[in-house]
């Protein structure tokens, strides 16, 4: 299937696979058949030069309110309370940790002034998202400790994630102010305040992404780093609990303001605090941070805002719904769940122009939204929010309005750069209230392609953007160490981080298997009988995978085994024994008895596919791209013959392209791939000298036959500068 085209639910790739980074809105081009460059000025062929893309302008206002009293504390009095509430001491309480094949961190416990944890199932045997009391999930998440990714595809970038890019993105957020920004506010630095409104949240996405890492083991620098970036968060929090380095001293007065929500990120920061703290929280069993998050909600935001007699509140850039969402999960507290939902419905109080609601996502009723529009990032995590209230309270509208927008997405909109990670996040939460493979689908997609690209091998440089064609001699360079808008490092980070997660979830009846890998699992079904699945493999290169199956005894359950859309060809067979019934694109429901030495093989033919845009797709009319398994690939400059340009080569396909194409595994290219070899042609015209217009001739252009090269599109920007395309001419065109 062509998963570029408009029509069905497996065609998402379009939309999904190249989003790396939240500044870029959606486009409507597929379906109001415009050209792609009326959105995002050239970010799609066929030209050479990769100008600007879509950028949100963020509005500072300078206009203020008056604030309660309550709410203006002077520093010395806010940092002397802080201060006092953070010399609690941490107790160190011994934990067991069951089925964990490395050593775990210690846990640690803060004093809690106000509210207790519900804990079920413990905190460290909770998972990415916890599920366990949310009647409206199909399936339930595994904790990101009970599996172990091992050396391949993932586990290569894994270990590069923990010993290079976490460590390094500390030194980097110490380097550009972003520790100074707390320090300053306990009188520990001089310095000013540095980056824009969202800083705060460059340190809560490392802390995530830390938490996480500490759940597959311990890591004790990166643990005392992380405890000492918390402590001195935490020293700032003001008496009210109130936390944000931004909008202090000479910006005190537009707190919270009705204007300043809408652009100022302060319940966005705060909603990454969250989900960092919880994290951290189920990886070390401490408190602190956690605790800071619940203060800022329970003694500022619920006392303060909501439905009236409280001041009205909106979500400027949607993120604290699945923040408040998990707190809930972990407190019980109803209060929380129910702040969610009154930001999710908006409050008519707040009114702001239209093209700022469609544009924020927020501060309209989500249930009335019919399309994905506006600002893509803040569009997904409005969706992932929204899909967790649909898992906590069964809401029918709401699961109307989700469906409607998945199918939105996946017919008509392209994303261009890091909603990939949005898009992976809210498709996760859609699997896990369906159990439907055509989510995984766009999971698998995501990860794959968008999201890997966005970080180098060698883990130090990221991508802010991720185009479909670079030019190195417009003087861009793609790959940095540092954006002062560095929201993609440590998301990529955290995503890298939290993957073991991602592969498994358990159900009433049984076991689903989402990716594929070299792995461990060591975890149990949900009537508590454990399970042991061992992978082996050579995904994404090889469509073979051995799947041994290990209960704790002889059980009767199911095991859903996905067979991802991509696959036109699959075999599966349990113990030899071939089995029936499978479907590309489902999950493979496989009921027996199962016991130790079961043995499941399954075998996906990985030919080339060539893929088409849809026709209305301006831009790619008369090219097309490729796709191996879950890779889609592209053409650098550096791998085809010498002196020739990517503008002037076009792929030469015949009648069956897939035969044509040669597959090449290279063990020492870029740490092991698969690159694929086609004839192609390269036109013999003049680079100089003439116009940019000519005289049409009528007679054919003169070319010659060439070999062309494609590599994974992951891969590329990791060797010299050179020219990469992703959308490839056809000769016949």
Same mark, same amino acid.
């Given at each position: 299937m062509n998963p570029f085209l408009s029509s069905g639910p497996n065609h998402s790739w379009l939309r999904s696979f190249f989003i790396s980074h939240p500044k870029n809105g959606f486009d409507d081009s597929a379906k109001k058949?415009?050209?792609?460059?009326?959105?995002?000025?050239?970010?799609?062929?066929?030209?050479?030069s990769i100008s600007s893309?879509?950028?949100?302008?963020?509005?500072?206002?300078?206009?203020?309110?008056?604030?309660?009293? /309550?709410?203006?504390?002077?520093?010395?009095?806010?940092?002397?309370?802080?201060?006092?509430a953070a010399a609690v001491s941490s107790l160190v309480v011994p934990e067991v940790f069951g089925r964990v094949a490395k050593s775990r961190p210690s846990a640690g416990a803060t004093n809690l002034s106000d509210g207790s944890l519900t804990d079920a199932p413990p905190w460290k045997d909770q998972a990415i998202e916890n599920l366990a009391k949310s009647p409206y999930a199909k399936l339930r998440q595994i904790p990101v400790h009970a599996v172990t990714i091992k050396t391949g595809f993932w586990g290569q970038r894994r270990e590069i994630n923990v010993s290079k890019s976490i460590p390094t993105m500390h030194d980097l957020l110490e380097a550009n102010g972003r520790m100074n920004n707390f320090r300053r506010l306990a009188g520990k630095s001089d310095a000013a305040q540095s980056g824009p409104v969202f800083s705060d949240s460059d340190v809560y996405k490392w802390t995530e992404a830390v938490g996480f890492a500490l759940q597959s083991g311990d890591l004790p620098d990166v643990r005392r780093m992380a405890e000492k970036a918390i402590d001195e968060v935490v020293a700032v929090q003001e008496p009210d609990g109130y936390l944000n380095t931004y909008y202090v001293e000479d910006r005190e007065s537009l707190r919270m303001t009705p204007q300043t929500q809408s652009t100022g990120h302060e319940l966005y920061n705060i909603g990454h605090m969250l989900q960092g703290s919880i994290a951290y929280y189920r990886a070390t069993g401490d408190r602190k941070l956690l605790d800071?998050?619940?203060?800022?909600?329970?003694?500022?935001l619920l006392p303060n805002y909501g439905p009236a007699p409280k001041k009205p509140i909106v979500s400027g850039h949607p993120e604290i719904e699945m923040g408040l969402i998990e707190l809930y999960r972990i407190t019980g507290d109803k209060r929380q769940l129910e702040l969610a939902g009154y930001i999710l419905q908006g409050d008519e109080r707040a009114k702001f122009p239209e093209r700022r609601t469609i544009y924020m996502f927020s501060g309209t009723p989500f249930t009335a939204r019919t399309k994905l529009e506006g600002h893509a990032v803040r569009a997904m995590y409005a969706c992932c929010g929204a899909t967790d209230y649909y898992m906590e309270t069964g809401d029918a509208a709401y699961w109307k309005t989700l469906n409607t927008l998945w199918q939105d997405m996946v /017919?008509?909109?392209?994303?261009?750069?890091?909603?990939?990670?949005?898009?992976?996040?809210?498709?996760?939460?859609?699997?896990?209230?369906?159990?439907?493979a055509k989510f995984t689908d766009v999971i698998e997609r995501a990860l794959y392609?968008?999201?890997?690209?966005?970080?180098?091998?060698?883990?130090?440089?990221?991508?802010?953007?991720?185009?479909?064609?670079?030019?190195?001699?417009?003087g861009d360079k793609i790959r940095n160490p540092w954006y002062d808008v560095t929201c993609c490092p440590p998301n990529l980070e955290r995503t890298f981080a939290s993957l073991p997660g991602y592969f498994y979830s358990t159900s009433r009846d049984g076991i689903y298997l989402h990716l594929y890998d070299n792995s461990e699992l060591d975890w149990h079904l949900e009537d508590g009988t454990g399970l042991k699945i061992t992978q082996k493999a050579n995904y994404p290169w090889d469509g073979e995978v051995e799947v041994a199956v290990t209960p704790?005894?002889?059980?009767?359950?199911?095991?859903?085994?996905?067979?991802?859309?991509?696959?036109?060809?699959?075999?599966? /067979?349990?113990?030899?024994?071939?089995?029936?019934?499978?479907?590309?694109?489902?999950?493979?429901p496989i009921e027996r008895r199962w016991a130790a030495g079961d043995v499941i093989r399954l075998r996906m033919e990985m030919p080339p596919q060539v893929l088409e845009a849809n026709p209305r797709v301006a831009d790619d009319t008369g090219r097309v791209a490729l796709q191996r398994g879950p890779l889609v690939y592209c053409m650098e400059g550096l791998d085809q013959p010498n002196g020739v340009e990517l503008a002037d080569v076009a792929l030469d396909l015949g009648q069956k392209p897939a035969s044509q194409f040669q597959s090449e595994y290279l063990k020492d290219m870029l740490g092991g791939?698969?690159?694929?070899?086609?004839?192609?042609?390269?036109?013999?015209?003049?680079?100089?000298g003439n116009g940019l217009y000519s005289?049409?001739?009528?007679?054919?252009?003169?070319?010659?036959q060439i070999p062309l090269t494609f590599i994974p599109y992951y891969a590329w920007a990791n060797r010299q500068a050179t020219e990469m395309q992703v959308w490839t001419p056809l000769s016949n065109a």
């Open positions: 058949g415009k050209s792609v460059n009326d959105y995002c000025k050239r970010a799609i062929m066929p030209s050479r893309r879509c950028e949100p302008l963020l509005a500072r206002t300078a206009r203020s309110s008056e604030m309660p009293k /309550s709410h203006k504390l002077s520093r010395r009095r806010f940092v002397t309370a802080a201060l006092s800071a998050g619940i203060r800022f909600v329970n003694d500022f /017919s008509t909109k392209y994303g261009e750069s890091c909603a990939a990670i949005g898009n992976m996040m809210w498709n996760w939460r859609m699997l896990s209230a369906t159990g439907d392609n968008g999201i890997n690209s966005g970080m180098s091998l060698d883990g130090t440089l990221y991508c802010y953007r991720n185009p479909l064609a670079f030019d190195p001699s417009t704790a005894k002889p059980l009767d359950f199911i095991f859903h085994l996905r067979i991802p859309g991509w696959a036109d060809t699959a075999q599966v /067979s349990v113990n030899g024994k071939a089995v029936a019934g499978v479907k590309q694109g489902e999950y493979l791939m698969v690159i694929l070899r086609h004839k192609g042609i390269a036109y013999q015209r003049p680079t100089s005289r049409y001739s009528g007679q054919p252009a003169r070319t010659r």
